[in-house]
């Protein structure tokens, strides 16, 4: 029941002779060990890739068994489940997809009018505002992972060095702060 290696002996007895066989054994882990690799935060209407990896086939809550599943595209947050089977084994990984609605704020949603675009955004990230300020992408944990100024105008942040997630971007122009939600992909 344990992994290791064991020396198994097998010992025949007759009324003439005795005759032992000594054998080592591995044991291995026979479980597999399941991970899903995708995005944890999507935008509502989304279709992502979700991939398994660890065991050698798998089932997917409410899918049928494959490596992967190319069409996850769920319109509320939900939870999953992938099975995954080797050497008449298997384990389950629990995953969570949180779903969020990706709106940049426009003009009648905020004081300063403020326009984020795209929302995902990959590597580039468009803010449009009518009077100057000071920008803060910060993390869910709370860790600010990008602050700069921003001009009246058009100012386009490079994001290449943030990983993909949530975030939250913080406004602050003359005696107002506005905050939203940002989310960047893949």
């Known amino acids: 029941s344990t992994t290791g290696t064991y020396s198994v002996k097998l010992i025949v007895y007759s009324n003439c002779?005795?005759?032992?066989?000594?054998?080592?054994?591995?044991?291995?882990?026979?479980?597999?060990?399941v991970a899903v690799?995708?995005?944890?935060?999507i935008c509502k209407g989304d279709?992502?890739?979700?991939?398994?990896?660890?065991?050698s086939t798998y089932t997917w809550t409410g899918s049928a068994s494959t490596t992967s599943i190319a069409s996850l595209s769920p319109t509320a947050s939900t939870v999953y489940t992938v099975t995954g089977f080797s050497n008449g084994c298997s384990s389950s990984k629990v995953f969570s997809v949180t779903v969020e609605p990706c709106q940049g704020l426009s003009k009648t949603e905020a004081e300063?009018?403020?326009s984020v675009f795209p929302n995902p955004f990959a590597n580039e990230l468009r803010i449009d505002v009518e009077k100057e300020g000071k920008l803060k992408l910060i993390s869910l944990e709370g860790k600010i992972v990008m602050e700069t100024a921003v001009q009246k105008g058009s100012n386009v942040l490079n994001t290449t060095l943030l990983k993909p997630g949530l975030y939250i971007a913080e406004c602050e122009q003359e005696n107002s702060v506005t905050r939203f939600r940002v989310v960047k992909g893949d």
């Open 17 to 33: 002779t005795n005759d032992t066989v000594i054998q080592t054994i591995t044991v291995n882990n026979l479980s597999p060990t």
């Open 37 to 41: 690799s995708g995005n944890s935060v």
């Open 47 to 55: 279709n992502r890739t979700y991939t398994a990896t660890g065991a």
């Open 112 to 114: 300063n009018f403020i």
